[in-house]
């Protein structure tokens, strides 16, 4: 990496737990290898700047590019560069030294001017580990999170390389952040569109039944907390048994209450549409 490169890794090692320092930096030198010629910057953001990291927690980055890779090289480029960040990365809880990677590729010039929904380039997580390692990449694709996605890293993040986002990216208009958390909601309709992620689902709403209410992004822990305020007492155990979980106790008792997963974010989808504007 350049001088000026390895200056900004070094300055973000002093300002993130040292705990996931050596995998950040490694990430960037991965990212910056064969990302190098159309990138633009890197961004950390999430967990581990807000509320502190979690047994669960990944390691979140936003890679910016200045151009859409080219279409002749791209399946062996995104197939290299997943492939080496598969080995730096673990599914949560499965490793006492490596986190889950989460890595967003946006292309600049679709965001900025902004609008709505952006699209995104790439993505890498561990929920696609299994496809990645069978070669199988998703295509370049409009992404409505990403509205709330740039809101959060504009209000806090570390830009590990190029400019901070405040000065890279445009603001997200209020109509647009609140589309995105419609768009969101509107994923989760019936049991198969959240087994086996009722933790996430159930924060993610909390989270989100937040941002309706205060027009703020809150940490999951945060989230979690005010949503129990707000909760009448019958569903408050699974919104309680979901924080808990985030926070390393297992998850079964939540994943045993299928009923009360239902009611619950049956409620809290319901909340939230009565915040939101009408389109």
């Not at 995998?23 to 950390?44: F, M, P, W, Y």
């Not at 907390?225 to 707000?230: A, K």
Request: one cysteine or more; glycine letters at 4%; a negative charge.
């Amino acid at each position: 990496m350049r001088n000026a490169r390895q200056d900004n890794l070094a300055t973000m090692h002093k300002q993130i737990s040292s705990e996931i320092a050596e995998q950040v930096s490694r990430a960037c030198v991965i990212i910056d290898r064969h990302l190098g010629h159309v990138l633009q910057a890197i961004h950390l953001y999430g967990s581990a700047l807000d509320g502190g990291l979690k047994p669960y927690s990944d390691i979140d980055l936003l890679v910016t590019v200045n151009r859409r890779l080219d279409e002749t090289s791209r399946h062996t480029l995104i197939h290299t560069l997943q492939q080496d960040l598969l080995a730096i990365s673990a599914p949560p809880g499965e490793s006492d030294t490596l986190r889950a990677l989460e890595v967003t590729v946006v292309t600049c010039n679709e965001l900025v001017p902004w609008r709505y929904p952006p699209r995104r380039e790439l993505q890498f997580g561990e929920w696609l580990r299994d496809d990645l390692r069978a070669g199988i990449y998703e295509p370049p694709m409009p992404d409505h999170d990403l509205a709330i996605l740039i809101t959060k890293i504009r209000q806090r993040s570390i830009a590990v390389i190029g400019p901070p986002a405040v000065d890279l990216f445009d603001a997200v208009p209020k109509a647009d952040f609140y589309a995105a958390l419609a768009d969101t909601i509107a994923q989760w309709q019936d049991e198969p569109d959240w087994q086996g992620d009722e933790r996430n689902v159930v924060l993610a709403l909390a989270r989100i039944w937040y941002s309706a209410s205060t027009g703020e992004i809150a940490s999951k822990q945060r989230a979690a907390e005010w949503g129990l305020e707000q909760l009448p007492a019958r569903h408050r155990d699974v919104l309680d048994l979901a924080r808990s979980a985030y926070l390393g106790a297992d998850d079964r008792a939540l994943v045993a209450r299928k009923a009360e997963t239902k009611a619950f974010i049956d409620y809290v989808k319901m909340e939230i549409k009565r915040l939101l504007p009408r389109k």
